[in-house]
């Protein structure tokens, strides 16, 4: 139900920019996170879009340099990456939930997008 696009290759201090979209309206009863999983890592949460109009948070290593946000009338959320480095490189996955509060863990989102691979390298 959920589909990323938008990963691939980029040189450190580039910019690329993630969409998720959702297949089945509407979107905006689910938050939507934005996790990361490098080769031999856990998958983290780098950021956040809470229900409806959406409070956003944000992993200490993107703060200011990422941005999520989100369009219910178009059902897609969006990870602006900015300032991009070589340890942003990693496989970018969105998921959504029903469930409130600031949830990291992944195992509280009950969809997955496939994922979409990004790569920070000179």
């Given at each position: 139900?959920?589909?990323?696009?938008?990963?691939?290759?980029?040189?450190?201090?580039?910019?690329?920019?993630?969409?998720?979209?959702?297949?089945?309206?509407?979107?905006?009863?689910?938050?939507?996170?934005?996790?990361?999983?490098?080769?031999?890592?856990?998958?983290?949460?780098?950021?956040?879009?809470?229900?409806?109009?959406?409070?956003?948070?944000?992993?200490?290593?993107?703060?200011?340099?990422?941005?999520?946000?989100?369009?219910?009338?178009?059902?897609?959320?969006?990870l602006q990456m900015?300032?991009?480095?070589?340890?942003?490189?990693?496989?970018?996955?969105?998921?959504?939930?029903?469930?409130?509060?600031?949830?990291?863990?992944?195992?509280?989102?009950?969809?997955?997008?496939?994922?979409?691979?990004?790569?920070?390298?000179?």
């Open positions: 139900q959920l589909e990323e696009s938008g990963g691939g290759f980029v040189q450190p201090g580039g910019s690329m920019r993630l969409s998720c979209a959702a297949s089945r309206p509407p979107f905006s009863p689910y938050a939507v996170g934005w996790f990361r999983q490098a080769p031999g890592k856990e998958r983290v949460l780098v950021a956040r879009a809470s229900q409806g109009v959406g409070h956003f948070t944000y992993a200490d290593s993107v703060k200011g340099r990422f941005t999520i946000s989100r369009d219910n009338t178009k059902n897609t959320v969006t900015n300032s991009l480095k070589p340890e942003d490189t990693a496989i970018y996955y969105c998921a959504a939930t029903r469930k409130f509060g600031i949830l990291r863990a992944p195992e509280m989102y009950e969809y997955w997008g496939q994922g979409t691979q990004v790569t920070v390298s000179a």
